[in-house]
């Protein structure tokens, strides 16, 4: 098993049980074709690398080229692994050894398959950069249009003219882009885009940055995405699944398109809820029924303002149903309503 953490000028690698210490070799194509060769020998089964916003890529590349299995692991999991054995401090030696001890453990498990890289040919590393190049276009086009915002007339030619410029760079990417897939993956592109929201923007970064469609189950697909919901289970306490992880440019390309898709749908109407979710509808449901409760107490003499400080706490379901179960002591009608919309679902 071989550790290999990645800086920009150069990479450090470990092999574990070998009498080698930590060696270091440039960050350059040269480099990695010495260290294939030199790791060829030994038999390895596992290659772990650290990634390092896009430094690993061309090393990855080479290594598997070479014929070796190699896996790309989040930095959070390599650190969070080292703080486990009790190694806390970090250097680029440190790490090296570390990740050759992650892969020992990684090697060891059944869906090993799951963590291994898939090499990418010329076409997807193609697409990889023109979704990651629109996604730039699109970041600066939002800074700009809120410089222009409080710009003064002095400089807002300026900022307009930028405006104008990445406009017709997205425009240039964009067709690009569309032209690439069409050429190279037209047939996982339909698939795609017979589903409702997703276009040909959606279709491009999900072929892009979501590779494994196809080599996983529907379950495995969906907490690498990180759409998921994890168990939070202790003993006798069940707790809320949350979903968390995974990877947030495709979070927010499926929920874009999920949006569009549910807007676009006619006779419909589809609640779209938020992370806090199930508290925010809730708390709006509450200050909907608060009205109907605050018309119908003015008519029979109620308290208006213990019912308006109720209504504009911040409170749950649960809180919010008790509240009003003492306020109003069900002599209003209103509060049966009340009651039961904000009774907790089973």
Avoid at 283 to 308: E, F, M, P, V, Y
């Amino acid at each position: 098993m071989v550790g290999i953490d990645v800086a920009k000028a150069h990479v450090d690698f470990s092999v574990l049980g070998a009498e080698l210490d930590a060696q270091r070799f440039d960050n350059e194509a040269e480099a990695h074709s010495a260290l294939a060769a030199a790791l060829k020998p030994m038999d390895v089964a596992l290659v772990v690398i650290e990634a390092t916003g896009g430094y690993e890529t061309a090393l990855a590349c080479a290594l598997q080229a070479a014929g070796l299995p190699v896996a790309v692991v989040n930095p959070r999991q390599a650190r969070d692994f080292a703080k486990s054995m009790g190694r806390l401090a970090k250097t680029d030696r440190i790490d090296a050894c570390m990740l050759a001890e992650f892969a020992g453990v990684l090697v060891r498990r059944d869906d090993l398959a799951s963590f291994i890289r898939t090499l990418a040919d010329q076409e997807q590393q193609a697409l990889v950069g023109m979704v990651t190049r629109r996604r730039q276009l699109v970041t600066m086009m939002l800074s700009e249009r809120q410089r222009l915002q409080l710009a003064i007339n002095l400089v807002r030619p300026s900022i307009e003219a930028m405006i104008e410029a990445i406009r017709q760079q997205l425009d240039d990417v964009e067709v690009e882009m569309v032209g690439h897939v069409q050429a190279h993956h037209a047939e996982l592109d339909k698939l795609l885009r017979s589903a409702s929201g997703i276009g040909p923007v959606a279709s491009a970064a999900l072929i892009a940055e979501l590779p494994e469609l196809g080599r996983l189950n529907c379950r495995k697909i969906a907490a690498l995405v990180g759409v998921a919901p994890m168990a939070n289970d202790s003993g006798n306490t069940k707790g809320r699944r949350r979903v968390q992880g995974g990877r947030f440019e495709i979070r927010r390309v499926l929920y874009k398109g999920h949006a569009h898709g549910c807007t676009a749908q006619s006779g419909h109407q589809v609640l779209l809820r938020p992370a806090a979710g199930r508290k925010q509808v809730a708390q709006s449901r509450l200050g909907r029924l608060h009205a109907q409760a605050a018309d119908h107490a003015q008519c029979h003499g109620q308290n208006q303002q213990t019912l308006g400080q109720i209504a504009s706490r911040r409170l749950t379901r649960k809180t919010a149903t008790k509240s009003f179960h003492r306020q109003l002591k069900w002599r209003c009608p209103v509060a049966s309503s009340i009651a039961k919309s904000l009774k907790p679902r089973a």
